[in-house]
């Protein structure tokens, strides 16, 4: 796995990781670059520009020359830096006396911090990080730990908490400055529904900067692919990224990972079909990629490589790790494209609808309310309700609802309301211990203030929703990278983002259509049965198949750190277990929960079982590199 770090602060000779050379120093300021492989790292992922004064290191993927990247170095750096240029990165500048960090708006590529030797070091690694103040083990953030198993994926939650104590992570779509002794200044420097310079918005605006992502990865590519799964998003980037190659004569080696998918005459169905479709179009060399039982999710957990944080395809492992290396054998793939983050972009929530109510478009709300109600086979008021939930409580009121639900276990039915309309789940799991209610509770009244402009509600959910989206696709990608491929997410790339949300918010999707704008946007080159499509495949019954499959290990999975940590009550955790195995839903068996807790169980047992990232002190002093 390759990443970076650096130092800014008053040690003359601080540490350094093992193995890691250095690129760039002014001063006591320093970076390095690391290959945990054992390989130097590629030229292609990070850029260096240097001048009389500062350091300039982009790091991640960007279409942008080295003429414009020494002219950003050689005046002040724009704060737009981050979605100036097409592609997915970071930018950090350095000087002898300050260090500046520029996140991109989904943190697709995660920068950390920790305090340490008498000034500050930074990473794209949170893990690499936590190595400094290990004393043999990770010291882990046991309140991070309990919000991740109360409400999964929140970031509001979480804010800067990473898991691992001391590491903190740099917030998207902000600008960090440090001084050498680790003092910090940090300001936002953009906010959703603004216009942030001349990028196009709408389908229009959409169709461009997704075309200009997907050709910053393929530029300097050999043999570059994509996943085809028959949904607009996957399809978008193949037949995107095909025209894209076709002035070169190359292809986009699409790959569909399917499970046999037929009627009754026999002939493909679903989404199967839908790949078939667009497989057959000019420029695609399509590869199909079956299934079979050993593919079940959460197979495979006891060989996960490791992360800087619970991966999302984790639980699909066995999937995930089948395909990676049949794109190695068959066309050794060296930029794999995927459509995660698409369904965060491009459709909305409830927000929406409070959003209308904030503007007095009372019956526009009460129409869409109605549709949305039937789409969820409930009631109109139910759907009212959530929305106007979000617009009777804060965020802050939210988290203080669920710190005190947490706290006690229970709860009034105002803190349920204030709880659940800004939380993904707030009910505490019946297999937390009261320690767990009691850490979380902690990590709830701790948590910072986040920006939310009532009226613009839907704005700020995707922008959160995206950031959780693109910092943990970055432990896919750690994840493919074991097996050689290089991932790339081009949905969450910050132009791509602030074009979907440039548009008003009246001309954002409602929460009941399916992607129009990605529709419109590419009618042209999309097959028409697709076009037309109004819904998503679901996999739930993939996880409750893994689940009875794999139920013997998954209660063994059971008993190991959480409950040494005193996080999980291994009994009740062990018949949520069987209750999902049977099929049960409900209060028993809330699936993010228990996937959260399988999830973290699998990572801890995986860095237990993985040396930590060691840091030696520096011979020669921070600036010499030889």
Same mark, same amino acid.
């Given at each position: ?32 670059a ?54 997915a ?18 943190t ?5 911090t ?6 500050l070091y930074?990473?794209t690694?949170?893990?690499?990080? !936590? ?11 046991? $309140? ?11 970031p509001?939650?979480?804010? $800067? ?41 709408g389908? !229009?605006?959409l ?9 910053s ?33 190359r292809?986009?080696s699409a ?5 046999p ?46 992360t ?34 698409g ?8 927000a ?11 019956? +526009?709300?009460?129409? $869409? ?7 969820r086979?409930?009631?109109?008021a139910? +759907? ?33 309301a ?18 767990a ?16 402009a ?10 959160h ?33 602030? !074009? ?5 918010? !009246? ?99 995986t ?20």
């Amino acid at each position: 796995m390759f990443w970076m770090a650096g130092y800014i602060g008053d040690h003359s000779r601080p540490r350094s990781p093992l193995g890691a050379r250095p690129v760039a120093a002014r001063g006591t300021s320093i970076a390095w670059a690391m290959d945990e492989h054992g390989s130097h790292a590629p030229a292609a992922r990070y850029r260096l520009v240097r001048d009389g004064v500062h350091d300039l290191i982009l790091i991640g993927t960007a279409s942008v020359s080295d003429a414009e990247l020494a002219a950003a170095a050689a005046s002040s750096v724009p704060d737009d830096v981050t979605w100036r240029w097409p592609g997915a990165y970071a930018v950090v500048e350095q000087t002898e006396s300050h260090l500046s960090i520029w996140s991109d708006l989904a943190t697709a590529v995660p920068i950390y911090t920790c305090l340490a030797d008498e000034g500050l070091y930074w990473s794209t690694s949170a893990r690499g990080l !936590a190595g400094l103040a290990c004393n043999g083990e990770h010291r882990l953030d046991i $309140e991070r730990l309990s919000g991740e198993l109360h409400a999964p994926g929140t970031p509001r939650l979480f804010g $800067e908490r990473t898991y691992f104590d001391g590491v903190r992570l740099v917030l998207p779509g902000h600008r960090y400055m440090f001084g050498r002794s680790g003092t910090a200044w940090r300001s936002r420097m953009w906010v959703p529904g603004e216009r942030h310079g001349s990028e196009p918005s709408g389908p !229009a605006g959409l169709r461009a900067e997704l075309t200009a992502a997907i050709r910053s990865r393929i530029a300097n590519t050999i043999a570059p692919s994509a996943d085809l799964s028959g949904g607009l998003d996957s399809t978008a980037l193949t037949l995107l990224a095909a025209r894209a190659l076709a002035p070169s004569g190359r292809r986009i080696s699409a790959y569909t990972v399917h499970e046999p998918s037929t009627n009754a005459t026999g002939a493909p169905t679903g989404d199967l079909a839908h790949a078939l479709r667009a497989g057959q179009r000019p420029g695609v060399e399509h590869h199909l990629l079956a299934l079979d039982g050993a593919h079940l999710p959460y197979c495979r957990l006891d060989g996960l490589p490791v992360t800087d944080e619970p991966a999302p395809s984790a639980r699909a492992y066995a999937r995930f790790a089948f395909q990676l290396d049949a794109m190695r054998e068959r066309t050794a793939t060296d930029c794999h494209m995927t459509g995660d983050g698409g369904d965060t972009v491009l459709m909305t929530s409830v927000a929406w609808i409070a959003d209308a109510i904030a503007h007095r478009r009372f019956a +526009v709300a009460a129409a $869409e309310a109605r549709r949305l109600a039937r789409l969820r086979r409930t009631a109109p008021a139910e +759907v009212l309700r959530a929305a106007t939930d979000l617009l009777r409580h804060t965020p802050e009121q939210g988290l203080a609802a669920a710190a005190a639900w947490w706290h006690s276990g229970l709860a009034t039915k105002t803190q349920r309301a204030a709880a659940n309309a800004w939380l993904t789940v707030a009910a505490p799991p019946p297999w937390a211990t009261a320690q767990a209610g009691l850490r979380a509770a902690a990590l709830a009244d701790a948590a910072p203030p986040l920006p939310h402009a009532r009226g613009a509600l839907t704005a700020h959910a995707i922008v959160h929703d995206a950031a959780e989206v693109g910092r943990t696709a970055d432990s896919d990608a750690q994840l493919a990278a074991h097996h050689g491929v290089p991932l790339h997410n081009p949905f969450v790339d910050s132009r791509v983002l602030a !074009a979907v949300l440039s548009a008003p918010v !009246a001309a954002m999707p409602r929460p009941s259509e399916y992607k129009p704008q990605i529709r419109e946007a590419l009618e042209d080159i999309y097959p028409p049965e697709l076009a037309v499509r109004t819904t998503k495949g679901s996999f739930a019954s993939d996880y409750f198949a893994g689940l009875r499959t794999n139920l013997s290990s998954l209660l063994d999975l059971a008993d190991g750190r959480l409950s040494d940590l005193g996080l999980v009550r291994v009994d009740a955790l062990r018949a949520s277990l069987r209750a999902g195995a049977a099929g049960a839903t409900g209060a028993a068996v809330c699936l993010p929960q228990l996937d959260a807790a399988l999830g973290l169980e699998s990572w801890l047992r995986t860095l237990d079982r993985t040396e930590i990232v060691r840091w030696e002190w520096q011979v020669s002093p921070a600036g010499a590199i030889s």
